[in-house]
Each structure stands twice: as structure tokens, then as C-alpha cells.
């Protein structure tokens, strides 16, 4: 079915060191995906993107990796810092008859531990 | 500021009672989409619309309903079929149906009470 899905529903690190968050999607025709940060009672905030065509990419602190191989995600952060503390989630474009949505994932917590 | 607006952010429906919660958007953006989120749980697509006067059912769409008269506006309305609608509702915009540009709101908490 339509689902996009993550191995660890939380995980603890310590202020300073990285984090890795790992995300399976189902759709290989999936050409887009976004990690997403939430906070308790707002909505997704937009961290970083990547498209099929790459298998990595950096932004400011955090680095998203895709394997299409094995369809797989993750979303690194260096330097994990306690603002960093939220619910992280993956999401990929699923394409389906010229129709374009977002599938989310069910989400990781990370807490960061100072 | 070019954004995404959702009203109200808290609301309360009495059971049988049909609600609408409303999505703005002023970023041009073609494509609209609301989703639904329960607590510890993820986001479930609603409906979605790429274009005025078009929409789709999204995977749970029993006992909600659209519009999209307006390319900044695509109001969520949930019915008295919708068994259980308390969940906080997240509705979205990008600026192609492919997905470019995907900017959130900030959400609308709807309690039944």
C-alpha cells in the first residue's frame, strides 16, 4: 500500500553528537522527498529536500541521503543541539495517474539529552 | 509576508454538528491540501487539490468535504459523518501539483465536545 515508514519511533542522543534518523518508503516511482521538523502543536517546518536524481544532499548542519537501491532515507544532524528536540518526520511525493501528493511517514522523537 | 493561514486555531463542535475550517494562502501557489493529525501520530492526506475547481479524495476522506472556488482558498469542511473528528488539521499549499514549494500552516485543533 501507500506508506512511507520509520525504523525507530524515538531516539535519545546526546547534546553535541550527530543524529540519524532513518526513513523506508514504498513508492520507487517517487521522485521527491522532504524531512520535516515538528514542534509540539505547530505544524511541519520544511528542513531539507532531495530529488530522485540525487543521492545526497547538504544544508546547514543536516545532510539527507537516499538510497534508491533499497528505498531508503535518512536525515543526519551534526552537532545535535536541544532545539533540535521535535518530532521529525519524512515525506515523498507519491505520483500515482499524473496526480501528485505528499505521504508522510509516522515520525521519529528525537530528544536531545543535554 | 507571503504564507499560509489557517482559522481558527483552536475549535469546538458538538456532536452532529457540521464545521468548516478555513485555508488562505497568498503565495500563488496552485496546489492546496489538507491533512489530518492524530496525537503521536503522523500526518494522513485528506483531500487535495491541484488546480480551481478540482479536487481529490486523499486516503481518508469519509465524512469530509471541499472547495477550491478560489485558487487562495480550499476550506475543509467536516460533516456530522466524520465519527470521530477530534484531531489537529494541517492544510498545505505548493507551488505546482508536483509538490515544489511545500509550505504548512500552523493548524486548526478541532475537539468534539
Known amino acids: 500500500g501507500e506508506s512511507v515508514g520509520l525504523h525507530l519511533p524515538t531516539l535519545s542522543v546526546q547534546e553535541g553528537d550527530n543524529s540519524i534518523i532513518n526513513c523506508a518508503y514504498s513508492?520507487?516511482?517517487?521522485?521527491?522527498f522532504i524531512w520535516y521538523k515538528q514542534e509540539s502543536g505547530k505544524g511541519p517546518q520544511f528542513i531539507i529536500d532531495?530529488?530522485?536524481?540525487?543521492d545526497k544532499r547538504q544544508g546547514q548542519r543536516v545532510t539527507v541521503l537516499l538510497n534508491k537501491t533499497v528505498k531508503h532515507l535518512s536525515l543526519q544532524i551534526a552537532a545535535t543541539q536541544p532545539g533540535d528536540s521535535a518530532v521529525y518526520f519524512c515525506a515523498e511525493n507519491w505520483s500515482e495517474d499524473s496526480s501528485y501528493k505528499l505521504i508522510f511517514g509516522s515520525g521519529t522523537r528525537l530528544l536531545v539529552r543535554p | 509576508d507571503g504564507g499560509i493561514t489557517q482559522s481558527p486555531k483552536y475549535l469546538f463542535r458538538k456532536e452532529g454538528q457540521n464545521v468548516t475550517l478555513s485555508c488562505e494562502q497568498n503565495?500563488?501557489?496552485?496546489?492546496m491540501y489538507w491533512y489530518r493529525q492524530d496525537p503521536g501520530q503522523g500526518l494522513r492526506l485528506i483531500y487535495y487539490?491541484?488546480?480551481?475547481?478540482?479536487?481529490q479524495k486523499g486516503d481518508i476522506a469519509e465524512g469530509y468535504s471541499v472547495s477550491r472556488e478560489k485558487k487562495e482558498s480550499f476550506p475543509l469542511t467536516v460533516t456530522s459523518a466524520q465519527k470521530n473528528p477530534t484531531a489537529f488539521y494541517l492544510c498545505a499549499s505548493s507551488i505546482t501539483s508536483q509538490g515544489d514549494g511545500y509550505t504548512f500552516g500552523s493548524g486548526t485543533r478541532l475537539t468534539v465536545v
Open positions: 503565495l500563488n501557489h496552485d496546489a
Open positions: 532531495i530529488r530522485s536524481n540525487m
Open positions: 487539490s491541484q488546480i480551481v475547481n478540482d479536487f
Open positions: 513508492n520507487s516511482a517517487s521522485d521527491y
